[in-house]
């Protein structure tokens, strides 16, 4: 071989390998230009931030797993929040680019350099608080009307109404919970002057059901001038509901739209339970001379009644009484679910609703006794003594004998009161005393030890009776 084709054979063998060498001469040579390019652009941005006076961006990465950050880093991530919430949607700020992590001598230049005092937030416009304030308003007004009910509201409408005075409103009507008479008046007073709570009062009335509304509108409390006129009906008389619509008739500007023949007739009982009507008159107590001391009353006592005689044949006759009564006292208890009184608690004043087996209602503030049987006795009941009507269920009964009396009804359909007690028993202001007996007629006032009661006759049931004894009496 030649020497010139042994070159040409070296130089075709070299020149792949000298090609490769200077391809990767200038890849490292383009590497070197990238790299000091991109340090000459980040130290441009370092020189541009110092003289801008900003603390540059972090760059984080987009990956769920992030290291933990440093205090310095805390700090600044802190005060570049509070920077984009004062600026709002007026700048958008540069979000920042994902890339490689700084470098540590890049932290400790940042971390060195003087810190620049950040402008505190401005303060949120007047516009947006007022708005807050407005819409916090009516959350605390409805929370004020919390205990108010829309009830309690239209009762004391129409209470003031009625009466002029919220003294008396607030010692006559019964709220859905306890008011004092401070809250009750500032009540009244936010509903005439308050625009906000009158306008959600008059809205919650509104939503209020008919019936509920009647119900409330029932319970108004009476006027004066309606007393007045209720007090004209005499006390002696037997007054009908045909009186009392004729009233209504007579005076309907007078008397609240909602009152009925039934609720004055009941409240024309109460007047005259108390002694409220024209013709009727508080008798005084005694005084000076007039009153019985004890001496005058230890002369009055009959010494021969207090002689001890002893009388075999009527102790007999005690016994045998006695048995007999304890035979017809089981045979009672036995049948108890068809004699007994029936004892109804009621919340008002409301007129008793009798049906074919009440003869009689004994009716008081608490409760109402009904009368189903033609003979009934009155008194305080015990563990050792039951009778038909106890009176402690109607208030203290402790001056009440254990059988105070006896209510009777005769077949020509009257009834007669017995007392058997010690004290005396008061029908419409008489005294009954022990062992005298008193006829009873409707809407009579029995008082018995303090305790009031107004004893009212069925009077459909009754004229039966009668007309059943007239047949009898012929025959």
């Not at 979000?95 to 401005?122: D, I, L, M, N, Q």
């Not at 006390?235 to 007579?250: A, G, I, N, Y």
């Amino acid at each position: 071989m030649t020497s010139g084709t042994w070159r040409t054979a070296q130089h075709g063998r070299s020149g792949p390998d000298s090609q490769g060498l200077l391809d990767s001469s200038l890849m490292a040579s383009g590497t070197a230009s990238r790299s000091e390019d991109e340090e000459s652009l980040a130290g441009q941005k370092r020189a541009s931030s110092q003289a801008l006076g900003t603390i540059p961006k972090r760059r984080s990465s987009s990956r769920f797993i992030k290291r933990k950050k440093f205090d310095d880093e805390l700090v600044e991530s802190s005060l570049a929040k509070s920077s984009t919430r004062a600026k709002g949607a007026s700048g958008v700020e540069p979000g920042r680019c994902s890339g490689s992590e700084p470098s540590s001598s890049e932290k400790k230049k940042v971390s060195k350099a003087p810190s620049t005092p950040v402008p505190p937030s401005p303060a949120p416009a007047p516009g947006l608080t007022k708005r807050v304030k407005k819409s916090k308003q009516p959350l605390q007004v409805t929370k004020d009307l919390g205990r108010w009910k829309p009830a309690d509201d239209l009762l004391l409408i129409n209470a003031v109404l009625q009466t002029n005075d919220l003294t008396s409103v607030h010692l006559g009507v019964k709220f859905s919970c306890r008011f004092t008479l401070r809250e009750v008046q500032e009540r009244w007073y936010a509903l005439l002057y308050d625009p906000v709570i009158s306008k959600l009062a008059c809205q919650a009335m509104r939503q209020l059901h008919p019936e509920a509304i009647a119900a409330i509108q029932s319970k108004a409390l009476f006027s004066k001038a309606e007393e007045q006129l209720l007090s004209k009906v005499g006390s002696t008389s037997q007054p009908t509901l045909e009186t009392f619509q004729d009233l209504l008739h007579r005076h309907p500007d007078a008397f609240y739209l909602a009152r009925t023949a039934k609720a004055l007739q009941a409240h024309w009982q109460l007047m005259k339970q108390y002694y409220l009507l024209e013709d009727q008159t508080v008798q005084p107590l005694p005084k000076g001379d007039q009153v019985l001391n004890f001496s005058d009353a230890e002369d009055l006592i009959d010494d021969s009644k207090l002689k001890d005689m002893r009388d075999e044949v009527l102790e007999h006759e005690l016994t045998v009484a006695d048995r007999r009564q304890k035979r017809e006292i089981r045979q009672l208890e036995q049948e108890l679910h068809k004699w007994q009184v029936l004892v109804d608690s009621i919340t008002g004043m409301s007129s008793p609703d009798f049906d074919n087996q009440t003869l009689a209602v004994l009716r008081g503030r608490m409760v109402r006794y009904l009368m189903r049987s033609r003979e009934i006795t009155l008194g305080r009941a015990t563990k050792d003594n039951q009778i038909d009507v106890d009176l402690s269920l109607e208030g203290p009964a402790w001056k009440i004998s254990r059988k105070q009396g006896v209510i009777k009804l005769k077949n020509n359909g009257d009834f007669f009161i017995a007392n058997e007690g010690r004290r005396p028993i008061y029908i419409d202001g008489r005294p009954v005393l022990c062992g005298s007996k008193w006829r009873l007629s409707n809407n009579s006032v029995v008082e018995i030890a303090s305790l009031r009661f107004v004893f009212l006759i069925n009077q459909d049931l009754i004229a039966l009776i009668r007309a059943e004894a007239a047949k009898i009496m012929p025959q």
